[in-house]
């Protein structure tokens, strides 16, 4: 059975840093593009992806230069590393993957979904 399960997420301030990790299993892994999507009230939108050997990269203009999403085929798990975080970036964070995704444009239906997890940042 397919399954993404994200973990890291919490309480920070504005400024500080975060990462959230998300553990794949159940298929094969690099065959997957991975994405992080994020839900505020405005709906759930994709915010950085990745292609499946790592090499390309994609992310959304609010998140540029400041989030950085990589993974690690061996171990089937999925970073974001969020720096500089702001206010706005609260969110529930999602992590997603979709068959054959090359991480070179965003996209909004992945094939497996990550319960989410809780992002908020206090001023």
């Known amino acids: 059975q397919e399954q993404l399960v994200e973990s890291g997420g919490g309480l920070v301030q504005a400024g500080d840093s975060l990462r959230l990790s998300c553990a794949a299993s159940?298929?094969?892994?690099?065959?997957?593009?991975m994405a992080w999507f994020r839900q505020a009230p405005g709906g759930r939108k994709f915010i950085a992806g990745i292609g499946g050997s790592g090499v390309n990269t994609y992310y959304v203009d609010s998140v540029k230069g400041r989030f950085t999403i990589s993974r690690d085929n061996a171990k089937n798990t999925v970073d974001l590393q969020m720096n500089s975080l702001k206010t706005e970036d609260t969110a529930v964070y999602y992590c997603?993957?979709?068959?054959?995704?090359?991480?070179?444009?965003?996209?909004?239906?992945?094939?497996?979904w990550g319960q989410g997890t809780q992002v908020t940042v206090s001023s």
């Open positions: 997603a993957a979709r068959e054959n995704y090359g991480g070179t444009y965003y996209f909004a239906r992945p094939d497996y």
């Open positions: 159940g298929f094969t892994f690099s065959n997957f593009g």
